[in-house]
């Protein structure tokens, strides 16, 4: 039996959310993180010892980290066309999920939170300027590799498409003005027409506006 920890708005449970519906699994999902508290609880501590979301567990494996769990899913389902077998064909797919967590999420999550999460009252506009500035370099990054290649690692889509596509459709809708990079808009439109991306990511996100609680 699979379960899933984590409010079905936070940008890193969108993605384990985004490729359960891909590969259309069951799960339990506990949409926990909203109220203060929640991810503090001693039976949380013990899913998760860095009180984050998501988790997942299969059965008796407990699993955290983002991209460590989409990792595990397409694994353990065989999905091969998502993650592939073959190591150098594999390090493809994961540079772009290292890239996401150590690059692009940081400066996403700045303007994010920055700009979207707090209240117009109490930005800091120099730091928003500077994440917006940090955020479209970025992006022209994705563009150039997108250039040559229809997805992020290839000619197909993989994990790489989700762990750095989870970002997109908060990055366009949010309201600050940003750059459309073209091959950046192509790649969006693409991951745009595929149901479980709807399911998952394209949702209003307004309750997260001017929220700095959670
Ligand atoms: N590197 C971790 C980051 C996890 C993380 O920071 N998750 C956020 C939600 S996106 C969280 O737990 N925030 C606390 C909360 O929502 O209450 C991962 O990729 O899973």
Redesign the pocket.
């Known amino acids: 039996m699979l379960e899933l920890w984590?409010?079905a708005n936070?940008?890193?449970?969108q993605?384990p959310l985004w490729l359960l519906a891909e590969l259309e699994l069951e799960f339990r999902h506990h949409d926990i993180?909203?109220n203060p508290g929640?991810?503090d609880t001693p039976e949380f501590i013990a899913l998760n010892p860095?009180?984050?979301?998501?988790v997942l567990r299969h059965d008796e494996a407990i699993i955290?980290?983002?991209?460590?769990?989409l990792r595990y899913l397409a694994a353990s389902h065989a999905a091969f066309a998502l993650y592939p077998e073959d190591p150098f064909a594999r390090s493809r797919v994961e540079r772009w999920m290292d890239w996401e967590?150590a690059t692009l999420?940081p400066a996403f999550i700045s303007l994010f939170w920055g700009f979207y999460r707090t209240p117009p009252a109490s930005r800091n506009q120099p730091e928003i300027d500077a994440a917006g500035r940090s955020c479209r370099l970025l992006f022209e990054q994705l563009d150039r590799q997108l250039a040559d290649h229809a997805y992020l690692a290839g000619d197909c889509f993989s994990l790489a498409d989700i762990a750095c596509g989870v970002c997109l459709y908060r990055y366009f809708e949010m309201g600050f003005a940003v750059e459309e990079p073209a091959q950046v808009m192509r790649w969006y439109r693409l991951l745009s027409r595929r149901d479980a991306f709807q399911n998952t990511i394209a949702l209003a996100f307004g309750e997260l506006e001017g929220r700095l609680d959670?």
């Open positions: 984590g409010r936070a940008y890193n449970v993605k993180g909203s929640d991810l860095h009180a984050r979301i998501p955290w980290e983002s991209n460590t769990t967590l999420q959670f």
